[in-house]
């Protein structure tokens, strides 16, 4: 794929108009720089940064002998990765036909690009490989420390290109924007926002938006105990409300405790394009997506924040599953209903959707004892023994005996 992508502007050299349909993922890892001339749209935004947190117990040798670490200046406990001689003599091919390191195949390529291109620079939270072998006890053993790598697909691999169009609703709000816009460096760049001007004539409609946590949906909450039992109860609510034309999703991680919804509704959260289910007047999410303390640090070594992350990979997920109902019909008046599970999904939701003029919106909490604990503050205190209590109380009453001596010390004219 990587090789016709990059053939394309020699093999047309001599064709006087062509249009080439491509991939994200062929776009985002092909060399793009002999495409003096040419114009490229990219439909949605594409994910510019490439992620993977991985544990590799016993790949300290390998690691050093293929790759170089080098300090990322400002950035404790980072570095960017480098090749060894051995490592650029190494292709993703000989890592495809290694079953214990073909996992490892996304990361050389990435590294190999690196290399060549400073564009897509590979980073990660080692500062050496012997950090990766060094097992942590945990309560399930000696296990292997989780290390992440990201490398970030920068506006420079476009610079050959006349003009760069992305199709995209809201670009400017997403994380690979603000990503594209951290790492542009000294690029002379124009933003220049092209709205649709097709006239449409909406019907004037009502939208719902129900949720049922004010506090924000978390994956470890929602995965213990009590979190299940706080989905069954949401399903069992959504299940007596929705109709059969609705559609629901949620984490693959949490559809266990989802059993009274109808399965044939399920779908998958990432809908962004579909209109399968514009006849649908319900929609469900019930969706988290927060960034791991590990990606969290990736991401400020890219000069964006978590609710940068939060923004794109779960409310914007969320907003666009819950628009591909009959919202996306100009023709209907049907009043839509919309669930979500916390209030910031809410407000999103609502923010995004009151904007319309011809929308009639609403925002509503249905309490149904989801919401989680709040974590106390300070060290827990630690519940004395009798014996305890009776010595403290001894201690202080022979400190305030002593006390009252020097206090009528004191007034007789004596020292105290």
Known sequence: MREEVEALPNHFRDEPHVIAIITHAALL????????GWHVIIDEVPNVLSIQEVQTLKDTAFFADHYTLEKLDGYDGWSVVGLTARGRALTSRH?????????????????????????????????????????????????????????????????????????????????????????????DIRWTLRASSRPIAWQRRSVRVVYFSERRASRYHLLSETGREHLTRIDAYLAAQMGTASIWSTNGAFAGSFTSLPSANRQPPKQ????????????????SAKASPNVRGLLATHGVSEADWIATNENEIVLQFLTRTSLRNPASAEPVTLYVYDRA??????????????????????????????????????????????????????????????????AKGGAA
């Open 29 to 36: 890892m092909s060399d793009l720089s002999d495409f003096t």
């Open 272 to 287: 962004a394009g579909s209109n399968e289910f514009v006849a649908c007047n319900e929609a469900a999410i019930i969706y």
């Open 95 to 187: 890592l495809y036909q290694d079953d214990s390191h073909r996992h490892l195949r996304s990361f050389h390529s990435r590294v190999l690009d690196s290399a060549d291109h400073d564009h897509r620079r590979v980073v990660c939270n080692l500062t050496d490989w012997g950090q990766m072998g060094q097992a942590v006890e945990t309560t399930a053993g000696k296990l292997a420390p989780v290390w992440i790598w990201g490398s970030l697909f920068t506006l420079s691999a476009l610079a050959a290109f006349e003009t760069v169009t992305i199709l995209a609703n809201r670009f400017r709000e997403s994380l690979s924007y603000k990503l594209l816009v951290a790492s542009a460096g000294d690029l």
């Open 345 to 410: 999904q809410a407000d999103y939701v609502a923010e995004r959707i009151g904007a319309l003029p011809h929308a009639d919106l609403s925002v509503e909490h249905v309490d149904l004892g989801v919401e989680t604990a709040q974590r106390p503050r300070g060290r827990k205190p630690r519940i004395l023994s009798p014996d305890e209590i009776e010595a403290k109380a001894k201690a202080r009453r022979d400190y305030m005996r002593d006390y009252q001596r020097a206090q009528r010390a004191a």
